[in-house]
C-alpha cells in the first residue's frame, strides 16, 4: 500500500497537527537532535521524491513528539480548553503521542499528559473516542463504504504530501544532510520557496533510508534558525501491531455515548472540475505558489467586532463557548488601512487578517500582503 497515495496512512501514521497553523512552545525538542550524520548511498532529490511516493507501509508503532512555536498567542489552546477536546490541545504546546497502524482498518492514537489520556481506535467500522479524565467514550458505525474516517490530526506523511503538491516552478528541491532519527538512518529531502515574499523559510522531510516513510517534518521561518513546527519520532517499529491493539475495552463506570454517522461529501479530489467553486462562491484566492493568500466571506456581516461585542455564538458540541470567543477576539489587535479595518493574527509562519466587514484574508506572508489581498 502506497502511504502518499493512501488517505488512511496519511492521517493515521503520526498524529500531529496539519500544515503549519499549530502555535505553541516547548521543551522536549532536544529529543528530536540527531546522531552523527550516517554515511549513506547518494540518491538525487528525484529519486527521493520518487522513494517518497512510492513507499508502502503495512504497519507501524512508535512515540512522537511534536514542537511548535510560531510566536503567536494562545488562541488555540484557548479554543481546544473551550471545546473540551483533549486533542484540540495538540495545536498548542509541546506533546507525546503513542501510535499504532496495522492497515487501513486498524488505527489507534493515545494522547498522554499529566492530566490523563485520550484515545482514539478505529476496528473496521468502528471508532471509539476515549477521554480518562472523564471516563467517558463516544462509539460511531462507519458507512459501509468506509469514506467517512474518524477526525484525526494530520500526520508528516500528510504534511510531506501537501508539501509535494507545492513543487512546482516556484520551489526549488535539493538534498539535505543524512540523518539519525529515531536510531534509523534517514536522508533528508529540503523545499526552498523562491519568492522571498513567503515567511517560509524551508521544508525538510527526513525520509527513513529503508523504509522511506517520513521520520520527521520540519518548517523553517524566514530568519530563524530554529524549525517554527516540528515533529518527530523517539521510537517507531514498523512491524504489524497485535490486532488487541485496535480493540476498545471499556473500563469499569465509562458513559458511552452512541453517535450516528451521517453521509458526507465525498473529499475534493472525488469532485468534478469547477464544483468546488460552485459550492465556496465566496472564497478566492490571490497570487500562486507559496505566497498564495485565501480570501474568504464569512456569513456575518456584522464582521469581528460585532461577534466580540455580542459575545461570539451560542455554545455547541465540540465549538468554544461565548465568552471564550469573546476573549480570544477581543486579544487581537487592531489594524486598519484603505483596505478597511479588522483584526491581526500574525506570526512567524502566516498571517490572519479578520476585517470587520466579515472577511478572512491568510496567507504564508506578511501582513503587507493580506493587505494588498484585502483592497480586492
Sequence with gaps: MSVMKNRAVLRWLVPVTAGVAVIGGGAAVGTFAAGADPALPPRSA????????TSRLDGLSG??????DLGLPPIAALAGQASGNQLAGLVSGTHTLRVWYGGEDRQRLALVDTL????????????????SRENTAVHRKLPADGKDLPSAPATPADAAQQALAAID????????????????DAYELVLTPRDKASLVHQVRIALDAKEHVPLRFEVLADGQDEPAFEVAFTQVDFRTPDADQFRFNPPPGVKVTEETTEARP??????????????RPDVRTVGT??????????????????????G????GAGAPDADMLAKVLGDLPKVSGDWGSGRLLSGKLFSVLLTDDGRVVAGLVTPERLYQAAKG
Design 116 to 131: 490523563g489520556e485520550q484515545d482514539v481506535l478505529r476496528n473496521g467500522r468502528d471508532v471509539w473516542t476515549w477521554n
Design 266 to 279: 465525498g473529499p475534493a479530489t472525488d469532485r468534478k472540475p469547477g464544483a468546488a467553486d460552485a459550492e
Design 289 to 310: 505558489g507559496w505566497t498564495t493568500v485565501v480570501v474568504a466571506k464569512l456569513g456575518d456581516p456584522a464582521g469581528l467586532d460585532g461577534a466580540a461585542k455580542a
Design 46 to 53: 528525484a529519486q527521493l521524491l520518487d522513494d517518497l511516493r
Design 312 to 315: 461570539g455564538t451560542k455554545a
Design 63 to 68: 512515540t512522537v513528539v511534536q514542537r511548535a
Design 169 to 184: 516552478p516556484t520551489t526549488a528541491v535539493t538534498v539535505g544532510r543524512s540523518a539519525t532519527v529515531a536510531g534509523r
